[in-house]
């Protein structure tokens, strides 16, 4: 069974500081994918990964992907509060039928 | 464009009953995922539903069982109710043709088995 890691699981941050969050999968796939959740709330995408090499930004988050070494950062770039959340990484198989999710990494961003 | 709902919010049942979940798709999907997600831990892949048959499936007994109808909602059945099936229950729609399996979540159906 293919198995999604992250890293760290908690993550507390002061506000302005950069970090990152590693997502390593055990078996090869070409797709990643990012979520986050707020406390008591569904999932939102964020990132999607499809190919070796391949790097998306959206505001303070920037996610890579690099399928030779089965892993996946997610980058914070000068955390800010409204960022407090916590993040999944996911996988799908090559026939985008079976859907690995991470750990999680819960973000808290202080002031 | 209408987003993926769920229904109903919440639920409380008893060991042994039986429960069934509510999605409808975002507009313009063909493909529902069901989710499990248990307090602090990600989301577990039940299964998939394309064009109105199981299309994938985790690891979850034959008692989780699903439906998908012509126009893309889907239910999600769980017979025998376990204590330990009290979860959050997320589904998610796609649209499989495109590259990539970006999914739109709803907002989820808190189950409490008592």
């Known amino acids: 069974e293919l198995k999604v890691e992250q890293n760290p699981l908690f993550l507390s941050m002061q506000e302005g500081k950069n970090y990152t969050i590693y997502c390593n999968y055990s078996?090869?796939?070409?797709?990643l994918y990012w979520y986050r959740q707020d406390p008591g709330k569904s999932l939102e995408s964020l990132f999607v990964?499809?190919?070796?090499?391949a790097v998306k930004q959206e505001g303070r988050l920037m996610a890579s992907l690099d399928t030779k070494a089965r892993l996946s950062t997610l980058h914070i770039t000068a955390a800010v509060h409204d960022l407090s959340a916590t993040y999944f990484c996911?996988?799908?198989?090559?026939?985008?039928?079976?859907?690995?999710f991470g750990t999680g990494t819960s973000l808290t961003v202080i002031p | 464009e209408t987003g993926v709902t769920q229904s109903p919010t919440h639920l409380i049942k008893t060991r042994g009953q039986q429960v069934t979940l509510r999605c409808s798709s975002q507009?313009?999907?063909?493909?529902v995922s069901w989710y499990q997600q248990a307090l602090g831990q990600g989301p577990q892949f039940i299964f998939q539903?394309?064009?109105?048959?199981?299309?994938g499936r985790g690891n979850f007994p034959p008692r989780f069982s699903g439906l998908q109808f012509p126009n893309y909602s889907s239910e999600l059945n769980v017979n025998a109710l376990e204590l330990d099936d009290s979860a959050l229950y997320l589904c998610?729609?796609?649209?499989?043709?495109?590259?990539?399996?970006?999914?739109?979540f709803g907002p989820g159906t808190r189950l409490t088995v008592l």
């Open positions: 998610a729609s796609s649209f499989k043709e495109e590259a990539g399996n970006e999914q739109f």
């Open positions: 078996t090869t796939s070409d797709r």
């Open positions: 990964l499809l190919s070796n090499g």
């Open positions: 996911a996988v799908d198989n090559w026939a985008g039928n079976q859907f690995y």
């Open positions: 507009s313009g999907h063909n493909t």
């Open positions: 539903y394309y064009r109105e048959e199981e299309n």
